[in-house]
């Protein structure tokens, strides 16, 4: 069975500094996701990891992916208050791009 | 070009009753899955649907059934209900049942309260 585990499970961080959030997995699989959830609502996608070494940027966030220690990081750079929400990764089986198996999620706070 | 929408946004049952919630997917996308998510928790896979039937499913009895119609869109049917179905249930589209790329886009969901 599938397992991801995250952590930390609470980041409260200020702005201005750097943090990573990682992302761990029990068993083989060829790609991750990353979305981003804010309070009552849906969820959002971020990033999608498709190979070992991926590496994705969007504005202060940077994502990558080492499918051999099944590990995947979140890095935060230069927090802005903006950026407070809850993080979840998501890994599917191997060969499908379905069936999510989502991480218990890192619920993010940056303040001033 | 819509997203994927899901209806009702909230939903009030009593134990045992029988509640249906729906979803459309995103325009182009033949593929719905559905997740529960319990308040705290990340989301947990139900099924998905490709085709008009069921392909995927994930460990949730068999009280949770489901329907996909020939336009795509589809029905999450729960029987029986009880106190711990109480969850926000969300609908991802994608195109292609597995082994592509493509990222699952995820509805506003429906928040389910079973009193």
């Known amino acids: 069975e599938l397992k991801v585990e995250q952590n930390p499970l609470f980041l409260s961080m200020q702005e201005g500094k750097n943090y990573t959030i990682y992302c761990n997995y029990s068993t083989t699989s060829d790609r991750l996701y990353w979305y981003r959830q804010d309070p009552g609502k849906s969820l959002e996608s971020l990033f999608v990891l498709l190979s070992n070494g991926a590496v994705k940027q969007e504005g202060r966030l940077m994502a990558s992916l080492d499918t051999k220690a099944r590990l995947s990081t979140l890095h935060i750079t230069a927090a802005v208050h903006d950026l407070s929400a809850t993080y979840f990764c998501?890994?599917?089986?191997?060969?499908?791009?379905?069936?999510?198996?989502f991480g218990t999620g890192t619920r993010l706070q940056v303040t001033l | 070009d819509a997203g994927v929408t899901q209806s009702p946004t909230h939903l009030i049952k009593t134990r045992g009753q029988q509640v249906t919630l729906r979803c459309s997917p995103k325009s182009g996308h033949d593929t719905v899955s559905w997740y529960q998510q319990a308040l705290g928790q990340g989301p947990q896979f139900i099924f998905q649907y490709y085709e008009e039937e069921e392909r995927q499913r994930g460990n949730f009895p068999d009280r949770f059934s489901g329907h996909q119609f020939p336009n795509y869109s589809s029905e999450l049917n729960v029987n029986a209900l009880l106190l711990g179905d109480s969850a926000l249930y969300l609908c991802a589209s994608s195109l292609g049942q597995g082994g592509g790329t493509d990222t699952q886009y995820f509805g506003p969901g429906t928040r389910l309260t079973v009193l």
């Open positions: 998501a890994v599917p089986p191997t060969g499908t791009a379905s069936k999510l198996t």
